[in-house]
Structure formats: structure tokens, C-alpha cells
């Protein structure tokens, strides 16, 4: 069995937002060689996500709503762990929206249903963060 480990790295200048990483996942599978197996991409982070969901601006935009009447980012102080940080809500969002997703790798592809593809989702962005892609099988 093969195994492949990349980090992918995003500097995100705003607070939140949703990004479609599925081609550099490809990247990453072309580059391992594995045709058959199982692909595994997580954030490095316990503010951010990685989920699969549609590439849709209007559902992003639901996305944000939701998550913002769930866990507001403001006022801070509504947080017990906004005592030294201000990020409560992204813990709280990332937790909502997962950490991580595992694709099925077929014929060296990654094997979506038809509107599937992989979001980087950022709660409390505004520095360099990592995602992990790991790939195995053969
Ligand atoms: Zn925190």
C-alpha cells in the first residue's frame, strides 16, 4: 500500500470565508500516484473546517446566516472563551460545519457524486493556515 501526506497552505484575508480547494485535492492525488484508495483532507486548525457541499454563492450565503444565528461572532463578550481570544464563534462553527471529509479514490480519480466538491470553510481566517490531504491505497 502507497501513502501520500501534503500540506496545502491559505492565507485568508477576511474573518470568514468558503473556499473551493477540490482542485488543489486533485493536485494532490495526481502527484501521489494512487488509483485506488481513500483521500482524507482536514484543517490543521480548531477554527476552520473541510466539508463537501455545492460550489453555490447562494448556499455559501445561507451557509454564513445559519452558522451566524447559531453562534454569532458578536457581541464577544456573550463567550467564556473570549476571555483571552475573541473566536469562540469559529470554534463553535467549525465544530457545525466538521473537520475533515474522505473521498473515495477510483481509476485515480476523486470519486464524487454529480454536485460534490471540497470546501476549505475559515472562521477566524486573517493568518496563513494549513490543510492536510493524506491519501492511501494503490
Ligand atoms: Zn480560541
Known sequence: MKSFRKELAFEIRKRREFLNITPQVEQA?????????????????????????????????????????????KPYSRYRHNGYEDNADAHLKRTIMGREVVVAVTAGKLDFGPWERIFYGEFDGKRRKRVLVKIIGE
Open 29 to 73: 492525488l495526481a502527484e501521489s500516484g494512487i488509483r485506488e484508495g481513500l483521500a482524507l483532507v482536514n484543517a490543521m486548525h480548531i477554527t476552520a473546517s473541510v466539508f463537501i457541499n455545492d460550489d453555490e454563492g447562494g448556499l455559501h450565503q445561507d451557509f454564513e446566516t445559519w452558522l451566524e444565528g447559531l453562534a454569532p461572532e
